[in-house]
């Protein structure tokens, strides 16, 4: 179609593989709303392309955190609780993202759902992970 004499652009398709990962973990929430919502979120696709470890990652959101840097101490908490999920931790998950939302306040209610619900947010993530083509535990 053309649009003031150029050609509009065609919407691309969304892939049926984003569409088969979100199904597969809405499914996988059984209902759970919350929980879905959390977890889509937060969730790495596929962890093993985090390209630092977790000791580092770690060590600096502890070392942003006593220099007051909320922002970056915030994500290095949640990248850790993200890890932490992706590894099966539930005490990590809990402790990761109970510190993200320490540290951003009110602003993420997501962290504080993971921290409630680590248990079964971590037997989701890992029957996710288990499912998927493209990561394995």
Same mark, same amino acid.
């Given at each position: #179609?053309?649009?003031?004499?150029?050609?509009?652009?065609?919407?691309?398709?969304?892939?049926?593989?984003?569409?088969?990962?979100?199904?597969?973990?809405?499914?996988?929430?059984?209902?759970?709303?919350?929980?879905?919502? *959390?977890?889509?979120?937060? #969730? /790495?696709?596929?962890?093993?392309?985090?390209? &630092?470890?977790?000791?580092?990652?770690?060590? %600096?959101?502890? %070392? /942003?955190?006593?220099?007051?840097? !909320?922002?970056? *101490?915030?994500?290095?908490?949640?990248?850790?609780?993200?890890?932490?999920?992706?590894?099966?931790?539930?005490?990590?998950?809990? &402790?990761? /993202?109970?510190?993200?939302?320490?540290?951003?306040?009110?602003?993420?209610? %997501?962290?504080? &759902? #993971?921290?409630?619900?680590?248990?079964?947010? &971590?037997?989701?993530?890992?029957?996710?992970?288990? !499912?998927?083509?493209?990561?394995?535990?």
């Amino acid at each position: #179609m053309f649009l003031f004499g150029r050609k509009k652009a065609a919407a691309s398709p969304v892939s049926n593989v984003e569409v088969s990962a979100a199904s597969r973990l809405q499914e996988l929430c059984g209902g759970n709303e919350e929980l879905y919502r *959390a977890l889509s979120s937060l #969730m /790495f696709l596929d962890p093993k392309k985090i390209p &630092t470890s977790f000791e580092n990652v770690l060590n %600096e959101a502890r %070392e /942003f955190e006593e220099k007051g840097n !909320s922002l970056r *101490a915030e994500v290095g908490y949640r990248v850790a609780g993200g890890i932490s999920l992706y590894k099966g931790d539930v005490e990590g998950v809990k &402790t990761y /993202f109970s510190k993200a939302a320490s540290v951003a306040g009110n602003s993420h209610p %997501e962290y504080k &759902t #993971m921290a409630r619900l680590a248990g079964e947010a &971590t037997n989701v993530a890992r029957k996710y992970y288990e !499912s998927s083509d493209s990561v394995k535990i």
